[in-house]
């Protein structure tokens, strides 16, 4: 089963988030509302749900890029701005928009989770980074 992180600072958003993700069937391995509780998280993580904006400033796209380099996680980001992350983040797969319906929560954790072998069609409300920006697909 794939251990999903959140990375989120709004405590309403991410135990939302939570109960979305449990509710599909998945297993959170926590919440994390900045760079050094999402560094003591990503040892149990498998996927990665990130915001930009934390309680530690605008460290969402280098706690994606540490995620996805250092434990070779599967990272999307999730932020009401995504025009602030659209030139793609090394390592990071693509953005969406929050808010996030369920529908496309589920659609983006099942890309995550086999988007390497390519056995899941892209969701329309995922934005893709450049394959060079995100690394092999």
């Known amino acids: 089963m794939q251990r999903v992180l959140i990375v989120e600072d709004d ?3 991410a135990i939302d988030l ?3 993700i ?3 069937g998945y297993v959170t391995s926590g919440i994390a509302n900045s760079f050094d509780s999402a560094k ?3 040892p149990h993580s498998d996927l990665a749900l990130v915001d930009v904006n934390l309680i530690d400033g605008a460290t969402g796209p280098r706690i994606g890029q540490f995620l996805a380099s250092e434990f ?3 990272v999307v980001m999730v932020t009401a701005n995504p025009e602030t992350v659209a030139d793609g983040i090394f390592g990071v797969i693509g953005v969406i928009s929050k808010p996030a319906q369920p529908v496309t929560i589920k659609q983006v954790l099942e890309f995550m989770s086999n988007h390497k072998t ?3 069609p892209r969701p329309p409300a995922l934005h893709l980074f450049a394959p060079e920006r995100r690394g092999p697909l």
């Open 11 to 13: 405590p309403l958003i």
């Open 18 to 20: 939570e109960h979305t």
């Open 22 to 24: 449990h509710a599909l």
């Open 40 to 42: 003591r998280l990503a």
């Open 72 to 74: 070779g996680i599967s």
């Open 118 to 120: 390519h056995q899941t």
